[in-house]
Structures are given as structure tokens and as C-alpha cells.
């Protein structure tokens, strides 16, 4: 299973571009790229996955260059609601079909 | 509404008073899971389902058990609860167990076990 390292924390303010990036050095040829949301005492949401290049919905952007070893979440103009803890998962399925949540990403927006 | 559901959202109890979290899904997924999650520990998957009848252990079985008799039910049982069990437990399920299904994520469920 790929190990990926976030930054512990981030701090931002309201209406600013935010970008996550997620390091995964040993991805495997299949394994895909998925980022969560998670607000406290809450499960943690999807946000948005990637395999290659770049990908967007409604909520965010996924940047995965060329090598796949990284990734960058990017969240346009934040609000308040938009604090939250971010992880990054890489090859969840793989061998014995485990999921691994990393440390995750703590983002704390202020107005 | 597609969900996960978890009962119960709060629970206390007392030590090696046998207990049942009930998990349940309603969009026909196949994998399901069970995570505690911890101050500065993270989110740690404690077994995980593949399809009916077929089970594993994550990465902290030890105290749990589940069963998957129906595609729909992952209940987390804890045969003798003890305090290092207090926890939030989330369950979550997605449509297949490949790495591009992501995960649907129940409310959670707070135990305290003194």
C-alpha cells in the first residue's frame, strides 16, 4: 500500500485558494487518488478522486502530475465551512483490500 | 436517500457487557468496513467485508467481531468491552472494492465503555 504524507496543518483565509498536496512516492500502476473531508464527529466525505492529469467537479480540483508520486487538492475561495481534516488515500484496494487513513491534513479557515 | 446508517449514535456501557453496533446500507455495495477513530491516532480500519460472507481482519481487530449474512448488514459486535474500546466507530461501504470506489461514511457512533 502506497504511504502518502500531508502536512499536519494549514491556516487560510475566507476567499482564498487553498491547495493540499498529498506525497505518494511508491503508487502503484493502478492505484488511484482520492481525497476526503472530514468535519468533527462526522464521517469522513468524499471530495473528489484522480487517476492522471487533472481532474474538477462542483467542489475542488485534483492536479496529479506526469510521475503520480504527488497530488494537490485545490479548494477555490474557501469559507469558514471549509474547516475540516483532508486526507489524502492512495492503492486503498490493493492486497488484502485494507483502507489506510493517513494523519490528514487539519485546514482551519479564518475570516 | 442513498446512506449509511449506524445505531446507536451515543452509547455507555460497562465493562464485558457484550454489545452490538448495528450498520446498515441501502445502495447495494458490496464492501463494507469499520474504522475507530482516536485522538492523534487517526482513523484505524478494524474489519472489513468484501461481499456476503466474506470477512477480514483490518488493522485492529483485536476485541471485535462481524458478520455479513446479508449484503445490506456489517454489524460490529464487542463480545467483552473494556475501557481501551472507547471510541468513535464509523462504518462505511462503497459499490466495489476497488481503489476507484470511494467510501460512504455512516454519522458514527460514540462508545464509552467505564
Known amino acids: 500500500l502506497a504511504k502518502t504524507t500531508q502536512p499536519i496543518s494549514m491556516d487560510s483565509y475566507e476567499g482564498q485558494e487553498v491547495n493540499i498536496t498529498c506525497s505518494h512516492n511508491n503508487i502503484a500502476t493502478n492505484d488511484y487518488i482520492t481525497w476526503y473531508q472530514q468535519f468533527p464527529s462526522q464521517g469522513p466525505r468524499f471530495i473528489i478522486q484522480?487517476?492522471?492529469t487533472k481532474v474538477t467537479n462542483e467542489v475542488a480540483s485534483l492536479f496529479i502530475p506526469a510521475d503520480r508520486k504527488s497530488s494537490t487538492l485545490s479548494l477555490p475561495r474557501v469559507s469558514l465551512s471549509d474547516t475540516a481534516v483532508y486526507y489524502c488515500?492512495?492503492?486503498?484496494?490493493?492486497?488484502?483490500?485494507?483502507?489506510?487513513f493517513g494523519a490528514g491534513t487539519r485546514l482551519f479557515v479564518k475570516a | 436517500e442513498a446512506q449509511v446508517t449506524q445505531n446507536p449514535r451515543y452509547l455507555i456501557t460497562v465493562t464485558g457487557k457484550k454489545l452490538t453496533v448495528t450498520c446498515s446500507q441501502n445502495m447495494n455495495h458490496e464492501y463494507m468496513s469499520w474504522y475507530r477513530q482516536d485522538p492523534g491516532l487517526g482513523l484505524r480500519q478494524i474489519y472489513y467485508?468484501?461481499?456476503?460472507?466474506?470477512?477480514d481482519k483490518g488493522d485492529v481487530p483485536e476485541g471485535y467481531k462481524v458478520s455479513r449474512k446479508e449484503k445490506r448488514n456489517f454489524p460490529l459486535i464487542l463480545e467483552s468491552p473494556s475501557p481501551n474500546q472507547t471510541s468513535l466507530y464509523f462504518c462505511?461501504?462503497?459499490?466495489?472494492?476497488?481503489?476507484?470506489?470511494?467510501?460512504?461514511f455512516g454519522n458514527g457512533t460514540r462508545l464509552t465503555v467505564t
Open positions: 462505511a461501504s462503497s459499490l466495489g472494492w476497488q481503489g476507484n470506489s470511494p467510501l460512504h
Open positions: 484522480g487517476y492522471k
Open positions: 467485508s468484501m461481499n456476503v460472507e466474506v470477512t
Open positions: 488515500l492512495v492503492g486503498a484496494r490493493t492486497g488484502g483490500f485494507k483502507t489506510i
